[in-house]
């Protein structure tokens, strides 16, 4: 670098001892001009280096007045990074301060477009500098020098001073190099910040996302992660990298097993690793996370995994939530009907045990008799079996129903719901001499719920249409079931030509223990519409408009759940 | 006890309806049978003392519904009424409604005794009261004009005297129609007549 500064000097034959004064001074220079370059290069930022070249440039020159431009341009920036904010890619500093700098229109054609070091003399009217806090005076002497890098202007410095002899040749060609270095010095602080930045936006881009990435040496057991790596694993940012026995002991004692487990079969397989597992802070705080990675090469030539972790411990919070709420609803759900319910438990039981017990009564009155009459007695007897074993059935249908409570919401494919209970009730159908029409719509309707539950409402509508027609002779027994998707709903209808349904009893119908059926439990329907509620549906009965009644129920479809065939 | 009471049951289920019907026999009441509340009202009654043991929860008219109607189409057949659970509201409107007992399901065999036992009684004296009735008008069917009169006066507790003033008769008369109506009416004293006249209700 000094070499070229050497070459920049005019050969001038000159006496030994001028030549000595002046290796003096040059030397002087030199040094001065080192030590600017020094300066200089210690600026970390673009505005720094702009500053650091002013006050550098002013010393050496001892001009009293300037300013630093760097152009709007951005071409620098752009090659930096294209996203590095706008304001900064014009900046201007100037001593004194002044609120705008303005090249003279022939100035910045010479020095912006040319790439020329223009000096002038000028009034002070001519100054770059518009409202400096100290006004210039009468007559000024100008220079004015392009920042080029890779010869692109990237600025302008300008120095202004009130004696003409300031910018004497050598003064010049020494701050055109001081100008040149700076352009470099430019350039590097600029990539520098925009790493810095880029580095910035993904730590808080991880910090939001609540995810770090991770490269962990399958040889060493070493990993490199980045700062949000740290935070979920709750480690100090010191230990780099950071080695197996940490890792390990922030992991869920319960959840090591598995998770040693699944490294080493994806390690041995190769294959792209996902678990998730929870994370112990040394404060006792539990995290969940999800863990993907694959397997590559790393520099050194181990085996890497690299990937991401996730911390998903909110997620699981609020998949939690919803979960609870939904049992606390179909907890609720159960409880409500569960007075309802208890009426029905204690109508089932005690008609059987009335029975049995008035039927035992009536055999000992029959043996107690004179003469005894054993085969009324006998009778009495049979009857009190017969009623123990219906009781026996309904404890039996009991347990099946307090094993239905517990709602498994998952998705489920409606269409293939209703198909499965449709070819359940295949026999009864065919010999109740109904015909089956079906009509369902031919998108896959996934809707979120429980498919056991759902079955059984359809089961029991289904049923209820069947019995409807077995109660009647009067025309064809048609069952009509049908789905069609409309605004984010399937409905399902199902629709008899049976005995219907008076119009009185058409809202009793939903009532628990209401019941028309001389069998029935009176539950069917109304446990029926509670679980359709459930799911966030409605249930509702039509009478037909020829005969028989079209039982309809509603039910929210998963959002975008409908697909095409 | 009679073997000629009658015990209708009506309860949709017929196991208990069976048992219960069982139970009965074994108490020597004759019974019978039904499962529904229409059954019922379409079964021949015999003419006998009866009551009638009912389920409150039955699909169609239900055991309160039908025993509304029995009183509105005045079959005064006394009630007991049978339900699953104990329900307070209901056995109230049922016994307020005439039921003679409501019993809870499962019955115990005593209240089930004591319960037809009164509803029988009921019935007989019902029935009892009936038969004397329908005499009494038979005979007061006999009486003339006169001595219609004359029976009204005496039963509101006036003497001959003032019958005879009353119907600007004789008091000769008035005794010789006074002898006739307890001749034909079979009283044997002024206030055996009063008893008569309010049991027909014939008022002055």
Known sequence: ?565 | MSSSVFVHVVDDDQAVRESLGDLLRSMDYQVMLHGSASEFLSAELPDAPACLVLDVRMPGTSGLELQEYMTRINISMPVILMTGFGDIPMSVKAMKAGAVDFLTKPIREQDLIDAVATAVRIDQGRRNDLVHIIRLRERYKLLTPRERQVMVLVATGLMNKQVASELSIREATVKMHRGSVMRKMGARSAATLARMAEALNIQR
């Not at chain 1, 904010?85 to 910045?108: C, K, N, W």
């Not at chain 1, 609803?329 to 008609?351: D, F, K, M, T, W």
Request: charged residues 25%; aromatic residues 6%; negative net charge.
């Open chain 1, 1 to 565: 670098m000094y070499g070229r500064v050497v070459g920049y000097f005019p050969a001038l034959i000159e006496d030994e001892r001028s030549l000595a004064m002046r290796l003096e001074s040059e030397t002087h220079e030199l040094e001065a001009i080192a030590k600017a370059f020094q300066i200089i290069s210690k600026e970390m930022s673009y505005e720094g280096v702009a500053r650091a070249l002013l006050k550098e440039a002013l010393s050496y020159s001892g001009a009293a007045r300037g300013g630093v431009l760097l152009s709007k341009g951005g071409e620098l920036l752009a090659k930096a990074d294209a996203s590095f904010p706008r304001e900064r890619a014009e900046f201007f500093t100037s001593h004194p301060v002044a609120g705008e700098f303005r090249l003279p229109a022939d100035i910045s054609e010479r020095v912006l477009a040319r790439q020329e070091t223009v000096v002038r003399q000028a009034s002070s009217r001519g100054s770059a500098l518009i409202d400096p806090v100290e006004p210039p005076p009468q007559s000024i002497t100008q220079l004015c020098l392009p920042l080029v890098h890779q010869e692109r202007t990237i600025g302008v410095l300008y120095l202004e001073s009130e004696r003409r002899e300031t910018f004497t040749s050598r003064c010049i060609s020494m701050i055109s190099m001081l100008a040149s270095q700076a352009a470099v010095f430019f350039e590097s602080t600029q990539l520098f910040e925009a790493l810095r930045e880029t580095n910035l936006w993904m730590v808080k881009g991880q910090q939001i996302g609540r995810m770090g990435s991770y490269r962990w040496n399958t040889r060493t057991l070493l990993s490199r992660a980045s700062r949000e790596c740290y935070r979920i694993f709750d480690v100090d940012l010191d230990v780099n990298p950071v080695p197996f026995e940490v890792f390990k002991s922030r992991i869920y004692p319960d959840d090591l097993p598995d998770l040693e487990q699944a490294l080493a079969e994806a390690v041995s397989a190769k294959s792209p690793f996902s678990h998730e597992y929870r994370v112990v802070h040394r404060n006792g705080s539990i995290l969940h996370v999800a863990a993907v990675g694959q397997f590559d090469l790393g520099p050194t030539g181990d085996v890497e995994l690299e990937g991401i972790i996730t911390d998903i411990t909110e997620r699981k919070a609020a998949e939690q939530a919803l979960t609870d709420a939904r049992n606390e609803l179909a907890r609720a759900v159960r409880l409500a009907s569960l007075g309802e319910l208890a009426g029905s438990i204690v109508h089932e039981i005690n008609q059987p045990l009335t029975g049995i017990i008035m039927s035992a009564e009536a055999c000992l009155r029959w043996l107690a008799r004179e003469p005894t009459e054993p085969g009324e007695a006998r009778k009495s007897a049979l009857r009190v079996i017969e009623q123990g074993r219906r009781a026996r059935d309904v404890v039996t249908g009991l347990r099946s129903l307090a094993r239905a409570a517990q709602l498994k919401f998952t998705d489920v494919q409606i269409n293939d719901a209703i198909e499965e209970i449709l070819l359940l009730l295949k026999r009864d159908i065919e010999r109740a001499d109904v015909t089956l029409r079906t009509a369902l719509d031919r998108s896959k309707l996934i809707v979120e719920g429980d498919r056991v539950q759902l079955q059984q409402v359809v089961h029991n509508l289904v049923r209820n249409a069947i019995d409807a027609m077995i109660a009647t002779n009067e025309g064809p027994r048609l069952l009509t079931v049908s789905s069609k998707a409309a605004e984010g709903h399937v409905s399902v209808e199902i629709a008899d030509t049976g005995i219907g349904i008076a119009s009185t009893n058409r809202e009793r119908l939903f009532d628990a223990l209401y019941t028309t059926k001389g069998d029935g439990l009176g539950l069917g329907l109304s446990i029926c519409r509670k679980i359709i509620a459930v799911h966030g549906g409605r249930l509702w009965v039509e009478e037909n408009t020829a005969h028989g009644a079209t039982f309809t129920f509603t039910l929210p479809l998963r959002p975008s759940a409908t697909v095409s065939n």
